[in-house]
């Protein structure tokens, strides 16, 4: 019985740990939850990136449906949806920046290098607003309604594929409300 027992245990112990990793990494990671949909975004007060003397509110969101994108230096995909960031600005499409655990000069070289996208830009150095959002890493968009409510989080690169397919249908919704 007890050389059952040495055998059975560690057997079990592996199933079990087979079985977790099966469900967490099956799992796909643009789809994570996040508990701040269709709540209110956190109240905040940020420094803009742009003028550090500057704190930025809610209240300074502009009352109507933008994308809050979450982005910084040191992040690959960032660089790699920049360029369609840009388009998507100069189409019209308001874009909020939450500049994500950066330095603040290294940030402002980025946009003067890249073009800058965002119609404000929030600087959130230690990632405490990013926390209160529910920011798993960067980059994440969310799409905000008119009354700061957030509507929809997708995490990982903009691009066109992904604003056709499920940011463009959801944001324009918003836009006709």
Known sequence: MKSRLVFLT????????????????????SKLETARLNDPLPTFSLQSLEYPSKLLTNADLGGKPSLLNVWATWCPACKSEHGYLMALA?????IIGLNYKDDRAKALQWLDRLGDPYSLNLFDPRGKFGFD?????????????????????????VNHRVWEAQLAPRFNALLKE
């Open 133 to 157: 959002l529910g920011v798993y890493g960067a980059p994440e968009t969310y799409i905000i309604d008119q009354n700061g409510v957030v509507r929809y989080r997708h995490v990982g690169e």
């Open 10 to 29: 560690p057997l079990m112990l592996a199933v079990g740990l087979g079985l977790i990793l099966y469900t967490a990494l099956g799992k796909d990671p």
């Open 90 to 94: 100069q189409q019209g499409v308001p």
